[in-house]
């Protein structure tokens, strides 16, 4: 089975600043990384697919990169509403993993 | 408009069975790829199955064995029948489609039913 890493656990950040996530893979998983979004009390939301595709109607300020085993996910300038969870999934091979989440929380 | 509603969750006991249901509309659950997701604070987001539109299917060594994923085409739901429950598939239990023009992720997700295993 793939493990997912993703760092920080907690990113502290005001409204405006840039997040830059986090998301490593155990092995190789090309270009098979998908990140979502999940609000308390929601479904996660699909941001990135393909590691750097975005999801119909996400915004530009969302974008996605990264092959093989590291992977980033970067919000150029947070809105409130993107204090959030944000997980990466990989699905190049089953069982497809999520990973621990990152949590970016209003500093 | 695409929606998916899941519905069949609850409390059951330890051995238990439950069979969850997950309603779609707006697109048909024969021709794309339809998943089981579950989540828990501690072990976060779990890929539980998936049923191919071919019919094949795939499950986690979790729930291997124990768990039967499957669709209805003429009432557009999908079913995860889940059988021997233990304590630890207490979860939120998600399905989501992967479309299958453009796959790569889960681009629409239900509300998500609790299912609580326990005595």
């Known amino acids: ?107 | 408009e695409v929606a998916l509603v899941e519905s069949g969750g609850g409390l059951v006991q330890p051995g238990g069975s439950l069979r969850l249901s997950c309603a779609a509309s707006g697109f048909s659950v024969s021709t794309t790829y339809m998943n089981w997701v579950r989540q828990t604070p501690g072990k976060g987001l779990e890929w539980v199955s998936v049923l191919y539109t071919g019919g094949r299917t795939y499950y986690a060594d979790s729930v291997k064995g124990r768990f039967i994923i499957s669709r209805d085409n003429s009432k557009n739901t999908l079913y995860l029948q889940m059988n021997s429950l233990r304590a630890e598939d207490t979860a939120i239990y998600y399905c989501a489609r992967e479309d299958v023009i453009v796959p790569g992720g889960f681009d629409y997700w239900g509300q998500g039913i609790q299912v609580t295993v326990s005595s």
């Open chain 1, 1 to 107: 089975e793939i493990v997912l890493t993703q760092s920080p656990a907690t990113l502290s950040l005001s409204p405006g600043e840039r997040a830059t996530l986090s998301c490593r893979a155990s092995q190789n998983v090309s270009i098979d990384v998908a990140w979502y979004q999940q609000k308390p009390g929601q479904a996660p939301r699909l941001l990135i697919y393909e590691a750097s595709k975005r999801a119909t109607g996400i915004p530009a300020r969302f974008s996605g990169s990264g092959s093989g085993t590291d992977f980033t996910l970067t919000i150029s300038s947070l809105e409130p509403e993107d204090f959030a969870i944000y997980h990466c999934q990989q699905r190049f091979s089953w069982p497809g993993t999520f990973g621990q989440g990152t949590k970016v929380e209003i500093k």
